[in-house]
């Protein structure tokens, strides 16, 4: 009569922690407590999300379970592979039943696929949810603080008061989208309280400014961190972080996303090389942004680079952007690598454009002009795709500024990390 007590207290215990946890290793655990069997669960890309024991045999079945969504593994001697399914993929669980026969490991078998299921669907739908929050939270510039406050303590998250906002970005082609949000969930557990989302293959990343107080080289370490991690992961796909001059509030998150992400746009800037870039590096660029007038701006590139201009178009060649890569860098080998040519051919190119302009540009004065011309090219560009881009949205559909960054629908948010309720 105890031993049956036992079981069923046990089990309780199990239902207890699958209801009302959102911690799938802590089920594991559990479970692998009461049965004494080796388990293991994993998502449906084979992220590790529990396994019991903690010695070699729960690190063998986090492998078994881990081959079944990567590899498509079904069985393995002495072992019970698991889908676990709600509609769509949720992950794999692996039980280990070489000791299997007895009505634990029998009641086991029949109960734990079912109470995983309905862990991790609860906490998928959670997760939608706070998706959704951050997702508006880093688009929605009528989000205001007292909303934000609210829907995070609904949601379970305690948010910081303050962020350091970034933007990880490729400098021609993004990497897959796997790759992508590895990355992403790589670096939300990395600092406690951070923030990620995914922006049209780049991420944007929220940095706690609490945590940068504490140290402030914190958020560039972070950032760096992430930024060779995304070198190891995509060596081929050349990758750099835009991060804010500032920490900022809640409510003024999505502004400097905004903002950030109009400076990706310009393209990386001299020292492309370096993990991560303050956005003070594109001053020039955002005090024209704000400052001057178009038709101004226009006047002066025309009267700077038009020849260069009809002569790229009449030969279907790139010298502007030759040109601006060697004002740009101050070595040769430098600016040859950024436009993806030899040396020797580059600085032939380099002379061509020279030629074209009339100019060997060794008068610093003419240097710095033709210097301004090409970047107010750039930011021109820019704008103009911008206001393209914002023609076919309705009036009711966000200002213009929010533009910049798309309808709320463009932003995915990867994870966020939970902090539980406010007391």
């Known amino acids: 009569m105890e031993a049956v007590q036992d079981t069923f207290a046990s089990l309780t215990s199990l239902i207890r922690v699958a209801v009302h946890s959102e911690d799938s290793a802590r089920l594991i655990t559990a479970a692998g407590v009461w049965s004494g069997l080796p388990l293991a669960l994993v998502g449906s890309h084979g992220e590790p999300l529990g396994y019991a024991p903690a010695g070699s045999e729960g690190r063998r079945a986090l492998a078994i379970a881990q081959a079944a969504a990567r590899n498509r593994l079904v ?15 949720l992950g794999f669980l692996a039980i280990g039943t070489r000791h299997g026969g007895d009505a634990r490991t029998e009641a086991l078998l029949d109960m734990l696929p079912e109470l995983v299921a309905e ?8 997760r939608a949810r706070r998706e959704a929050f951050v997702r508006r939270l880093v688009s929605d510039r009528r989000f205001g603080a007292e909303e934000i406050e609210d829907e995070s303590y609904d949601l379970g998250l305690q948010l910081a008061d303050a962020y350091w906002p970034a933007i990880v970005t490729w400098h021609a082609t993004a990497p897959p989208l796997p790759a992508i949000e590895r990355l992403a969930r790589d670096a939300l557990n990395r600092t406690e309280g951070s923030l990620a989302a995914l922006l049209r293959g780049r991420i944007v990343l929220l940095h706690p400014a609490a945590a940068a107080a504490r140290d402030p080289s914190a958020t560039t370490a972070w950032l760096t961190e992430i930024v060779s991690q995304a070198s190891a992961l995509a060596p081929s796909f050349p990758a750099q972080a835009i991060v804010g001059e500032a920490a900022v ?13 109009a400076l990706r746009r310009l393209g990386p800037r001299a020292e492309h090389g370096a993990a991560v870039v303050p956005a003070r590096a594109y001053a020039l660029e955002r005090l024209f942004w704000h400052q001057l007038d178009p038709l101004a701006a226009r006047r002066f590139v025309d009267a700077q680079l038009e020849r260069l201009t009809t002569w790229d ?3 279907r060649t790139d ?3 030759v040109l601006e890569a060697a004002l740009d860098f101050p070595r040769h080998d430098q600016a040859a690598s950024r436009c993806f040519m030899h040396r020797n051919t580059f600085r032939h190119r380099l002379q061509q454009a020279g030629e074209v302009l009339g100019t ?17 090219r750039r930011l021109l560009a820019t704008s103009s795709s911008e206001q393209g881009a914002a023609e076919p ?10 533009s910049k960054v798309g309808p709320g629908g463009s932003l995915r948010l990867l994870a966020t990390r939970p902090l539980g309720r406010r007391t």
Do not use: M, Y
């Open 360 to 376: 060997t540009l060794e008068d610093p004065d003419e240097r710095l002009a033709v210097h301004v011309a090409l970047k107010l």
């Open 393 to 402: 949205r309705s009036a009711g559909s966000g200002n213009d500024r929010q």
């Open 119 to 126: 862990q991790l669907h609860r906490v998928a739908l959670l």
């Open 313 to 315: 178009r009449e030969h």
């Open 75 to 89: 069985t393995a001697v002495g072992w019970t592979i698991v889908p676990i399914r709600r509609g769509s993929p």
């Open 319 to 321: 010298l502007l952007s």
């Open 249 to 261: 509030e809640l409510a003024g998150v999505s502004a400097e996303v905004a903002e950030l992400e």
